[in-house]
């Protein structure tokens, strides 16, 4: 499944928004997870595994683990669906 960047963002903060009870405002590139969007690792892991369901895709736990930031899921994502 070919998507663009756009494409990828949208759903992703989408996600976000729904698992994590954000505004939509508040997803931005640097945002982190814990800090910024208030979430902890176990909605991390929500959020990866929704990604994995929503685009198709296998997420390793390495590169899961390397995913502190809503651009490190942008930048995981797109990579996988290409």
Do not use: W
């Not at 590139?29 to 929500?46: H, K, P, Q, R, W």
């Not at 994995?52 to 930048?75: L, M, P, W």
């Amino acid at each position: 499944m070919k998507m663009n960047r756009q494409e990828i963002e949208k759903k992703v903060n989408d996600i976000l928004v729904d698992k994590l009870g954000v505004d939509p405002s508040e997803v931005k590139e640097e945002a982190t997870f814990t800090g910024d969007l208030g979430g902890d690792s176990l909605d991390t892991v929500e959020v990866i595994i929704e990604c994995e369901h929503e685009f198709g895709v296998r997420v390793n736990d390495e590169d899961a683990a390397q995913c502190s930031t809503v651009k490190d899921i942008y930048d995981l994502v797109e990579k996988l669906v290409k």
